[in-house]
C-alpha cells in the first residue's frame, strides 16, 4: 500500500494536486492511501517552506508546484 501525502492547508492548488494524485495512483491500478496533512506544524516537520506538498510513504517528492497527472506517474513508481 502506497502512501500518499498531500501538504498544504486546502487552497485551490491543494485540492488540484489531490485530484492528480489520485488520478495517477488510479492509473497506475496501484493500492493507494490518500492523506491529507492540514496542520502547519505537521506540514513543517517535512521540510517545506512552500505548498502544496506532495510526498510519498512520507518522502517529499514535490513543492510549491501542481505536477501534471503524467509527473506524479513517474514519482510514484
Excluded: H
Aim: charged letters at 20%.
Amino acid at each position: 500500500m502506497t502512501t500518499i501525502q498531500i501538504l498544504g492547508t486546502g487552497c485551490p492548488k491543494c485540492k488540484k494536486l489531490a485530484e492528480n494524485a489520485e488520478s495517477a495512483a488510479k492509473e497506475l491500478g496501484i493500492e493507494y492511501q490518500l492523506v491529507k496533512v492540514t496542520d502547519i506544524n505537521q506540514i513543517m516537520s517535512f521540510g517545506i517552506m512552500m505548498t502544496p506538498g506532495l510526498a510519498v510513504n512520507g518522502e517529499v517528492k514535490s513543492v510549491g508546484k501542481v505536477p501534471s497527472v503524467s509527473d506524479i506517474k513517474k514519482l510514484l513508481q
